[in-house]
């Protein structure tokens, strides 16, 4: 076997096993201590009972930048805390029919969103796309009051 060829099956094998590495990467989510909320309804009641302000996280399973965002956001165990005990976190599907009033009333046409509203339903802040950390802990400690 010529060292071209050999090169070659080397270098193929290689970018195969780093594709298959990085696609299981993007849609890898580990688990969260977030109490996540799927019934509006009852993330309002909730939020009504405990004078917490609401937390709605738009995404959908087939949204990479949302996994990437559960992986290197939500999965912090600060953030997972600091989540629970300053917000009542609501996890919105947008591709679920159940969602269809909420999605259309904060037009949610793109996912990842994070919007924080009161108990009115009024935003008090929101975040479009993927955030970091920071960002998204700073957003979360300027909503307090």
């Known amino acids: 076997m010529t060292k071209l060829k050999r090169f070659s099956q080397i270098f193929w094998l290689s970018f195969l096993f780093a594709s298959l590495a990085y696609a299981w990467y993007s849609f890898y989510v580990p688990s969260n201590d977030i109490k996540w909320a799927e019934d ?7 939020a009504e009972s405990t004078d917490k302000n609401l937390m709605l996280f738009f995404t959908g399973t087939w949204c990479v ?5 559960k992986r290197q956001v939500f999965a912090d165990k600060q ?19 159940k969602s ?20 009115n339903g009024d935003v008090l802040d929101y975040g479009v796309g993927k955030m970091e950390k920071e960002a998204f802990m700073e957003m979360l400690n300027d909503i307090e009051g």
């Open 40 to 46: 509006m309804n009852e993330a309002e009641l909730l």
């Open 65 to 69: 930048p949302c996994k990437v965002m």
């Open 79 to 97: 953030v997972a805390s600091a989540v629970n005990s300053k917000v009542v976190p609501v996890i919105i599907d947008v591709d679920d029919p």
């Open 100 to 119: 269809k009033e909420i999605v259309e009333r904060y037009k949610a046409g793109v996912t990842p969103i994070t919007l924080f509203i009161d108990g």
